[in-house]
């Protein structure tokens, strides 16, 4: 008698040990993505960052800013900066914008800012993670931003 209640309690011990594991399960694995899945979309943000970064500084570079009275302002190339991004990751976009800042109190011209603003969508990868980490509709994608300024440099006037 008593080694049929040993036998059924361990029985019922197993049985009891597979339910807690299969409760337990999806939470851990969600930990597990979740964790793996911010690690990926921190990669994704630098890299956009430095794409951007890049952009900005091209696009400052191969402006057009000419000394001469009246203090134009400079001509930025969008097209080529937009060229560049997509050829650094294809599917951002890309848009610039420029900003005037404080004027040079020497000449009284104002100076220039480049604003690139790049974003790209980011599928997720691991399972579960768009219900914690997506900002679409459809919770399968994260949309990031970067955003960077740079300033124009202009030839001084003579």
């Not at 890309?94 to 900003?99: D, F, N």
């Amino acid at each position: 008698m008593k080694k049929w209640r040993k036998a059924a309690k361990r029985a019922s011990d197993r049985g009891q040990v597979l339910i807690e594991v299969l409760l337990m399960l999806p939470i851990f694995l969600l930990i597990v993505f979740t964790i793996m899945e911010v690690g990926h979309l921190a990669f994704r943000t630098i890299l956009l960052q430095h794409a951007a970064y890049e952009v900005a500084r091209i696009g400052s570079l191969t402006a057009v800013a000419i000394a001469a009275p009246g203090c134009p302002p400079p001509v930025i190339r969008a097209g080529k900066m937009r060229t560049i991004g997509q050829a650094i990751l294809r599917n951002a976009s890309v848009a610039a914008v420029q900003e005037s800042t404080l004027p040079d109190p020497q000449e009284g011209c104002p100076h220039f800012d480049l604003k690139v603003t790049m974003t790209q969508r980011v599928p997720m990868i691991f399972p579960m993670t768009g219900l914690i980490l997506a900002n679409t509709a459809g919770r399968r994608e994260r949309l990031l931003v970067a955003q960077v300024r740079m300033p124009i440099e202009r030839p001084l006037f003579k």
